[in-house]
């Protein structure tokens, strides 16, 4: 208790308190980054086995794959992570960003997640200062870092995270910590629906798929978050970073114009954009 009163009305501390917690779930968020897809796989081909009538004997058995377990290894000398050289940024530093096991480099994405989360975590709490908003909103931040990377990396958007995104900013409109019920419902419901129009609309007319149903998902939890009248700037915003970084991968990286892009990195940083600072565009385009 006496932790809590001292959070409330020490601001630098609660500042640094939620620094510390978003860099240790950005290293959580590594392992779901990189796992998730790999979990989702194994299911998937698991369940196609069934149908196929070709099922592994009850006798055999697959070691187990979770978020878990394993323990974290080094992929390149399988040297297993200590809790010494896993904290969060401080390990990379100490480290000179090399395996301890066999000096390979480890990619400074890992470290790149920690110190995002653990930055976004801050501005949220300069943002809404303490408040229940600001642990809502930081599960908000929490949830889109592995979308935006899982899509970036595999152009997935799992229902693990999407769903229960939607779910949390339905329940959350109750006692209206960000939006009431009706503009929460009819937000999901909105941002559903226009990605879907809009991606039956574009196959009906190009015989192609421009998007993935996650995305209509994303949207809709996105809705469920902000309401139904934010949902322009967010479609606004991701059509702007989308195009600004597609243009930029061509003209600076040779990126082919006809691969396809994931939407969903877009669509989480718009997301969190509006989420934080919607209500004060909207007003600011209204004057």
Not at 88 to 108: D, H, M
Not at 174 to 181: A, K, Q, R
Not at 236 to 260: C, K, M, T, W, Y
Request: aromatic share 10%; glycine share 10%; net charge negative.
């Amino acid at each position: 208790m006496e932790l809590i009163q001292l959070l409330e009305h020490s601001m630098p501390l609660f500042l640094f308190a939620t620094g510390i917690l978003g860099l240790v779930v950005g290293s959580f968020l590594n392992v779901v980054i990189h796992r998730l897809p790999v979990i989702m796989e194994r299911t998937w081909l698991h369940e196609l086995r069934e149908q196929q009538g070709e099922d592994k004997p009850a006798d055999v058995s697959e070691p187990a794959y979770n978020l878990v377990t394993p323990a974290s290894a080094c992929p390149q000398c399988g040297h297993r992570i200590t809790a010494a050289e896993n904290i969060p940024l401080l390990s990379f530093l100490i480290l000179r960003g090399r395996c301890a096991g066999c000096s390979k480099r480890i990619p400074v994405r890992y470290p790149l997640v920690e110190l995002v989360t653990a930055v976004l975590s801050v501005i949220v709490a300069v943002r809404f200062g303490f408040s229940v908003q600001t642990l809502a909103a930081l599960a908000f931040t929490w949830a889109l870092v592995p979308l935006f990377m899982i899509d970036f990396d595999h152009q997935l958007l799992p229902d693990s995270i999407t769903l229960p995104l939607l779910w949390g900013g339905l329940l959350l409109s109750l006692p209206e910590v960000f939006v009431d019920s009706t503009t929460s419902i009819i937000g999901a419901a909105a941002g559903y629906l226009s990605l879907w129009m809009i991606y039956h609309l574009f196959r009906l007319v190009t015989g192609k798929e421009g998007m993935g149903y996650g995305d209509f998902k994303l949207l809709g939890a996105i809705g469920a978050w902000v309401g139904w009248q934010a949902l322009p700037v967010v479609v606004l915003f991701s059509s702007l970073v989308g195009a600004v970084l597609g243009i930029g991968l061509i003209l600076f990286r040779g990126r082919d114009h006809n691969q396809p892009m994931p939407f969903g990195p877009f669509l989480a940083a718009a997301g969190w954009l509006t989420l934080l600072w919607g209500n004060d565009i909207i007003a600011f385009y209204l004057r």
